[in-house]
């Protein structure tokens, strides 16, 4: 079956400007993670969605935001674009929410360049 | 945050078994212990995951400690195949993943 899919895979914008990431995952999962990737802070956590909502957010500022539509698919959304935002966006599937014995399905990510 | 501690980097020559330690001293009795890989230029990859005994599967082989305040990850045969990061994680109650700096491994031809 299809992985988790995450477009687009490389992207560069300029310094206040906003952005919209998209992420479709496995077929039949219904929650979907974000995660941020830099250098210097490793790999965090920014929000999970679940049946269309918000379940558990990580310690990003309120520029960051993401939704999730009916089909489980999941956008996130970057404004006022700063250089630290440079970064490895992840996205990660799961059949279900809070599940502990169950495993994540990562896309590729998406690249995002902020000049 | 759920932490654990890993060590930044190992080597190990292929064809060898690889042992990769981790700690977790503050896990819970509820948390699940996760480990996840990420090749260069790939979004992390599950490995294995345990709660209190030994598991085994095709990819590697996790060992828990009786306290469950550690464990290892063990590839049986490393391959070229195998350099990555290796991040040690453990799951709680809620549902991402808290990954630290996890360890680099290295393998040598």
């Known amino acids: 079956k299809a992985g988790v899919t995450q477009t687009p895979r490389y992207l560069i914008k300029t310094r206040g400007q906003q952005v919209t990431l998209s992420c479709s995952p496995i077929s039949g999962h219904r929650s979907v993670s974000w995660y941020q990737q830099t250098p210097g802070q490793g790999l965090q956590f920014l929000f999970e969605?679940?049946?269309?909502?918000?379940?558990n957010k990580g310690n990003f500022p309120g520029r960051f935001s993401g939704r999730q539509f009916s089909n489980s698919r999941s956008e996130m959304n970057v404004s006022t674009l700063e250089l630290g935002d440079s970064a490895l966006y992840l996205c990660?599937?799961?059949?279900?929410?809070?599940?502990?014995?169950?495993?994540?399905?990562f896309g590729q990510g998406t690249r995002l360049t902020v000049v | 945050d759920a932490k654990t501690t890993q060590p930044n980097s190992m080597e190990s020559n292929e064809e060898e078994p690889v042992h990769l330690p981790c700690n977790h001293s503050t896990i819970s009795g509820t948390d699940y212990i996760h480990w996840y890989r990420q090749l260069p230029s790939q979004g992390p990859e599950y490995v294995i995951h345990?709660?209190?005994s030994n598991v085994n599967n095709r990819m590697a082989s996790l060992a828990i400690a009786e306290d469950r305040k550690s464990s290892t990850l063990i590839l049986h045969r490393a391959t070229l195949r195998d350099a990555a990061v290796y991040y040690c994680i453990h799951r709680t109650g809620a549902n991402n993943l808290f990954f630290g700096t996890g360890t680099r491994l290295t393998v040598i031809p």
């Open positions: 990660a599937s799961s059949l279900r929410s809070g599940q502990l014995n169950t495993e994540a399905f």
């Open positions: 969605y679940f049946s269309e909502t918000q379940r």
């Open positions: 345990g709660l209190t």
